[in-house]
């Protein structure tokens, strides 16, 4: 694979007073601020604990269920994954939720801070056109509680299960889409943004390709005199259609359901 997120400190959000709250000459300003004193959810303004995180700047959700002929674990953890390209194949695990065992089993993911910034791909050093933009891409996949690993090949072989179909991606600008060919349909726009991994169809290539050598192949039955002759009859390996190396991306919405089969097929990512 080649070279591509920091937990920023927390970022707590608070609800904007009313304009009756705000006012001091308001007639009901006692009543808010009598409010705000014994409800956990008041109205002018919120009232939280110091674990509070604020609103999550994105969330991942979807269900995980188990192929058949396949064991179903006692706990795991559904995982978001940062590949971190600069560092070669290894990655960072940045936000976790236990899953209780029993499937189909529901579960969602939010995401309060960035990616960790070890984990940002540097866009220039692709294109100096793209300076100062930085994205991430992430996966979603099930692993065993406290899994220690953090080489990004091991993650995916060790995993439970994995979530084909998607990519996380995040930036800190917006991106336009002419990079890398457009590699991001639609370019990019800062914060989280989810694609749909679309493996590249190749029947139709790959039937023409065998066609051509097969053809090839039964001309070596022939005899020296009669083999070019026979070789220029078989279908041109040219006139097949184009082999798609990669997988493309389309952009989703963040709340599309994540689908992930425990023993079933794992996907290395192949879309860059």
């Not at 020296?224 to 798609?244: G, K, Q, S, Y």
Request: charged content about 20%; proline content about 9%; aromatic content about 8%.
């Amino acid at each position: 694979m080649r070279s591509f997120l920091s937990m920023l400190s927390m970022v707590t959000h608070r609800r904007p007073m009313s304009a009756s709250c705000l006012s001091p000459f308001s007639p009901g300003r006692s009543v808010c601020l009598v409010a705000a004193l014994i409800s956990t959810i008041a109205a002018c303004d919120p009232q939280v604990g110091d674990d509070y995180a604020g609103e999550p700047l994105a969330e991942l959700g979807g269900t995980i269920t188990v192929a058949e002929g396949t064991s179903a674990p006692a706990d795991a953890t559904a995982t978001l994954v940062w590949h971190v390209w600069v560092e070669g194949d290894s990655a960072s695990v940045t936000d976790e939720v236990p899953v209780d065992g029993a499937f189909p089993a529901s579960f969602e993911l939010s995401l309060f801070t960035p990616p960790p910034e070890h984990a940002w791909f540097d866009l220039a050093s692709e294109d100096e056109a793209f300076a100062g933009m930085h994205v991430a891409t992430g996966y979603v996949v099930v692993l065993p509680p406290d899994y220690p690993s953090t080489d990004m090949q091991k993650i995916f072989e060790d995993a439970l299960g994995v979530d084909n179909d998607h990519l996380l991606v995040w930036s800190d600008s917006s991106v336009p889409e002419s990079f890398n060919g457009g590699l991001f349909p639609g370019g990019l726009q800062p914060g989280y943004q989810l694609f749909q991994v679309v493996p590249p169809d190749n029947t139709a290539a790959d039937a023409c390709s065998d066609e051509v050598l097969a053809c090839e192949e039964a001309c070596l039955e022939q005899s020296p005199e009669m083999l070019d002759a026979c070789i220029n009859a078989c279908p041109d390996m040219e006139d097949c259609p184009p082999w798609i190396g990669n997988d493309a991306l389309v952009p989703v919405a963040m709340d599309s359901e994540i689908s992930i089969v425990l023993g079933g097929e794992k996907r290395e990512p192949d879309w860059f």
